[in-house]
């Protein structure tokens, strides 16, 4: 079993940066696919963005330019870096990882922007 802990989420005018951190309780090295998922008000969770253990990335293509993920092993964390954020990327935000076709998620961190 993989626990996730989100960190990071916040307040942030538009155009403003946050960076997102994941806690894994587990060798993420060992972890094929880990993502971050967003929910806005209202809206069903949606894919932001994904790697994969061999660094291979995918992004919505909302945020592309703007977002990068990244996993650092060392630290068993994933991390979502936001730049130039827009009132839609408000939503919460949900760190997930597949290990053996079963998903694990944490519980969120709020992601707040403001116009």
């Known amino acids: 079993q993989v626990q996730l802990v989100e960190s990071g989420g916040g307040l942030v005018q538009a155009g403003g940066s946050l960076r997102l951190s994941c806690a894994a309780s587990?060798?993420?090295?060992?972890?094929?696919?880990m993502g971050w998922y967003r929910q806005a008000p209202g809206k069903q969770r949606a894919l932001v963005a994904r790697i994969l253990g061999g660094g291979g990335t995918y992004y919505a293509d909302s945020v592309k330019g703007r977002f990068t993920i990244s996993r650092d092993n060392d630290k068993n964390t994933v991390y979502l870096q936001m730049n130039s954020l827009k009132p839609e990327d408000t939503g919460d935000y949900y760190c997930?990882?597949?290990?053996?076709?079963?998903?694990?998620w944490g519980k969120g961190t709020l992601v707040t922007v403001s116009s």
């Open positions: 997930e990882a597949t290990v053996a076709g079963i998903e694990y």
């Open positions: 587990a060798r993420i090295f060992s972890i094929p696919v």
